[in-house]
């Protein structure tokens, strides 16, 4: 393995910068955005679900009455002066039962049955007070209003029967303990009108009188005080009316909460979309799977089918792609780069290849492309749809089909304004493994040693044949052509792994986003192999390049720029060397 491999490998080997943590939340967030779709029908059903509550919903009114509770002035049962607190807990639970339920059926004379009549009252205890809140919900208003007041009612009345019969209840007690003592008062009473005044049987009968007249006194005074006691269970201090508007949520309200849900239920299924999806979605995807920079992304908008040379934002982008691999340290040793996809067709990889080339000629660099692609080969094809003339080596059969690939077959391209370089197009052979690594192949692969020169080798897919790997330890340097819409995140591991395991170096990757690659992608219908060749073009006027025909570039906004369709020179036009613009 050569040392520039040997590197290679071990800056791949090497760990890479972990993302910061913001910087990976907005990844994943621009991630979550690219399902757009998803987020959309998530905010549709939400909206759609808010509507339907909203519309199908019936309308419920709710009436509400207070209640303050009276705190009573002495206990009845203990008989002490202690200021008793109302259980407020037992009240509220007392205000939902059955017997209060009873009472308000009572009053409003209606037969249903207990439980769907509780079925619509609320009882609520607001903290620190002693007052009874009562709502009850009906889709009538004036029905809302009536029940509430009569659950109000039937709960005032219910305490106050409580109390009287508590009050009944302890009368009867003190009533029963002082008529024993009545009969005791008159037995005495006959007894001092019979004695002597002034004995003893006398003065202990008056002692024995005075001391039941007390305690009937006593008891008397109680029955007074309880008889006395003011047992109303409290007082209304708002009355139910008839609530004017629907109580919950209306319609617009319903619509925003829609709204929020739907875009909670949209950013899951963007999620677990997310989750689930192996493709790459972004650049920060691709770096973590090749472990290798991204050196450029095409523009959508700049490309034309029917025409290799870039125009515009694209042809600048291809010159940026260029400019930075000419100034990698690691491939200005060597000076080869192969350029591969991970799978799919070559045809995005193929225009990278043209226009990087055209973009080292550009820069003066003696430029050499090599078509590895000896299964199905389209250069040609390429050529004669973009320039409408085949190539005068391909007119000739004896040429084309004696001796093997790639003796003989390196053809000068006008690129136009970018200068010119050197085609190796493909060839059919039978046996493709033997041509690749055939010291012929080899040969050709060392022209980059020569100064100020580079060579770029166009491959078919990498996962899709060995052809690239059989030329990684002859090119080193690999750049991968990829959409990353349609690439998995295995299929770039893949890739890497088999770079670096055959001694070759990720230099880096370039995006699209057209598809695979295929006519059939783009809406292209593909040109026949055997469709009848398009006249000649007329030569350019003098002064212009030789043999080369200038296309009207369609209208893109960005002035008036034309660009050279790929041309085959006529090789004894450039005898004289006058209009060859290579040193």
């Given at each position: 393995?050569?040392?520039?491999?040997?590197?290679?490998?071990?800056?791949?080997?090497?760990?890479?910068?972990?993302?910061?943590?913001?910087?990976?939340?907005?990844?994943?967030?621009?991630?979550?955005?690219?399902?757009?779709?998803?987020?959309?029908?998530?905010?549709?059903?939400?909206?759609?679900?808010?509507?339907?509550?909203?519309?199908?919903?019936?309308?419920?009114?709710?009436?509400?009455?207070?209640?303050?509770?009276?705190?009573?002035?002495?206990?009845?049962?203990?008989?002490?002066?202690?200021?008793?607190?109302?259980?407020?807990?037992?009240?509220?639970?007392?205000?939902?039962?059955?017997?209060?339920?009873?009472?308000?059926?009572?009053?409003?004379?209606?037969?249903?049955?207990?439980?769907?009549?509780?079925?619509?009252?609320?009882?609520?205890?607001?903290?620190?007070?002693?007052?009874?809140?009562?709502?009850?919900?009906?889709?009538?208003?004036?029905?809302?209003?009536?029940?509430?007041?009569?659950?109000?009612?039937?709960?005032?009345?219910?305490?106050?029967?409580?109390?009287?019969?508590?009050?009944a209840q302890n009368v009867a007690s003190l009533e029963?303990?002082?008529?024993?003592?009545?009969?005791?008062?008159?037995?005495?009473?006959?007894?001092?009108?019979?004695?002597?005044?002034?004995?003893?049987?006398?003065?202990?009968?008056?002692?024995d009188l005075s001391q039941v007249v007390g305690q009937?006194?006593?008891?008397?005074?109680?029955?007074?005080?309880?008889?006395?006691?003011?047992?109303?269970?409290?007082?209304?201090?708002?009355?139910?009316?008839?609530?004017?508007?629907?109580?919950?949520?209306?319609?617009?309200?319903?619509?925003?909460?829609?709204?929020?849900?739907?875009?909670?239920?949209?950013?899951?299924?963007?999620?677990?979309?997310?989750?689930?999806?192996?493709?790459?979605?972004?650049?920060?995807?691709?770096?973590?799977?090749?472990?290798?920079?991204?050196?450029?992304?095409?523009?959508?908008?700049?490309?034309?089918?029917?025409?290799?040379?870039?125009?515009?934002?694209?042809?600048?982008?291809?010159?940026?792609?260029?400019?930075?691999?000419?100034?990698?340290?690691?491939?200005?040793?060597?000076?080869?780069?192969?350029?591969?996809?991970?799978?799919?067709?070559?045809?995005?990889?193929?225009?990278?290849?043209?226009?990087?080339?055209?973009?080292?000629?550009?820069?003066?660099?003696?430029?050499?492309?090599?078509?590895?692609?000896?299964?199905?080969?389209?250069?040609?094809?390429?050529?004669?749809?973009?320039?409408?003339?085949?190539?005068?080596?391909?007119?000739?059969?004896?040429?084309?089909?004696?001796?093997?690939?790639?003796?003989?077959?390196?053809?000068?391209?006008?690129?136009?304004?970018?200068?010119?370089?050197?085609?190796?197009?493909?060839?059919?052979?039978?046996?493709?493994?033997?041509?690749?690594?055939?010291?012929?192949?080899?040969?050709?692969?060392?022209?980059?040693?020569?100064?100020?020169?580079?060579?770029?080798?166009?491959?078919?897919?990498?996962?899709?044949?060995?052809?690239?790997?059989?030329?990684?330890?002859?090119?080193?340097?690999?750049?991968?052509?990829?959409?990353?819409?349609?690439?998995?995140?295995?299929?770039?591991?893949?890739?890497?792994?088999?770079?670096?395991?055959?001694?070759?170096?990720?230099?880096?990757?370039?995006?699209?986003?057209?598809?695979?690659?295929?006519?059939?992608?783009?809406?292209?219908?593909?040109?026949?192999?055997?469709?009848?060749?398009?006249?000649?073009?007329?030569?350019a006027a003098p002064g212009g390049p030789t043999g080369?025909?200038?296309?009207?570039?369609?209208?893109?906004?960005?002035?008036?720029?034309?660009?050279?369709?790929?041309?085959?020179?006529?090789?004894?036009?450039?005898?004289?060397?006058?209009?060859?613009?290579?040193?």
């Open positions: 393995m050569s040392a520039v491999a040997v590197a290679g490998a071990e800056r791949a080997a090497q760990p890479q910068q972990p993302w910061d943590e913001p910087d990976l939340l907005r990844d994943q967030f621009r991630q979550l955005l690219r399902y757009r779709a998803l987020i959309i029908c998530g905010i549709l059903i939400g909206l759609a679900g808010g509507a339907w509550l909203g519309l199908t919903a019936n309308e419920s009114y709710v009436a509400t009455s207070e209640v303050s509770l009276r705190t009573p002035t002495t206990d009845p049962f203990a008989g002490t002066a202690a200021m008793d607190r109302v259980a407020m807990g037992s009240e509220r639970r007392t205000a939902v039962s059955d017997i209060v339920a009873e009472r308000a059926g009572q009053t409003l004379g209606t037969a249903e049955s207990l439980g769907r009549l509780k079925r619509g009252l609320a009882v609520t205890n607001p903290p620190n007070t002693q007052v009874l809140r009562f709502a009850y919900t009906a889709n009538d208003p004036e029905v809302a209003a009536q029940r509430a007041n009569a659950f109000v009612t039937a709960y005032l009345a219910n305490r106050q029967a409580d109390a009287d019969e508590t009050i029963g303990q002082r008529e024993p003592l009545l009969e005791r008062r008159d037995q005495l009473q006959t007894e001092v009108d019979t004695l002597v005044e002034g004995t003893a049987a006398y003065d202990l009968a008056v002692a009937i006194a006593e008891l008397n005074s109680d029955i007074s005080a309880l008889r006395a006691l003011d047992t109303t269970g409290g007082r209304v201090i708002t009355e139910a009316t008839p609530p004017t508007s629907p109580a919950g949520p209306g319609l617009p309200l319903l619509l925003g909460l829609g709204y929020v849900v739907g875009i909670g239920l949209g950013l899951l299924a963007a999620w677990v979309r997310l989750v689930f999806d192996p493709t790459v979605r972004t650049a920060g995807d691709v770096t973590r799977a090749l472990r290798a920079p991204v050196l450029g992304v095409l523009p959508r908008a700049g490309r034309v089918p029917d025409q290799l040379l870039a125009e515009g934002r694209l042809a600048e982008e291809y010159r940026s792609i260029a400019f930075r691999l000419a100034y990698d340290e690691t491939f200005a040793q060597r000076r080869r780069l192969l350029v591969v996809a991970p799978r799919g067709g070559i045809e995005t990889p193929l225009a990278a290849a043209v226009n990087i080339t055209a973009a080292f000629a550009e820069m003066g660099m003696n430029a050499l492309l090599v078509e590895a692609d000896l299964r199905t080969p389209t250069l040609i094809e390429q050529l004669r749809h973009a320039d409408g003339v085949r190539p005068g080596w391909a007119r000739t059969p004896g040429r084309a089909e004696g001796g093997g690939w790639p003796a003989g077959m390196r053809v000068p391209i006008d690129a136009g304004e970018s200068g010119i370089f050197d085609l190796v197009p493909g060839r059919r052979v039978r046996n493709v493994p033997r041509a690749l690594t055939s010291p012929a192949a080899t040969e050709l692969l060392g022209h980059a040693d020569a100064r100020g020169s580079v060579v770029v080798v166009l491959a078919p897919p990498v996962l899709s044949y060995a052809d690239a790997i059989a030329l990684i330890d002859r090119v080193d340097g690999v750049l991968v052509v990829c959409d990353p819409g349609e690439v998995r995140r295995e299929d770039l591991a893949r890739v890497r792994e088999l770079v670096v395991g055959a001694g070759g170096l990720l230099l880096g990757a370039v995006l699209h986003s057209w598809g695979n690659g295929s006519e059939h992608t783009r809406g292209q219908t593909e040109t026949p192999r055997d469709a009848p060749a398009a006249a000649p073009a007329p030569r080369a025909r200038r296309s009207p570039a369609p209208d893109r906004g960005e002035g008036n720029s034309e660009t050279m369709g790929l041309r085959v020179l006529n090789p004894a036009e450039l005898e004289d060397g006058s209009n060859d613009p290579r040193p």
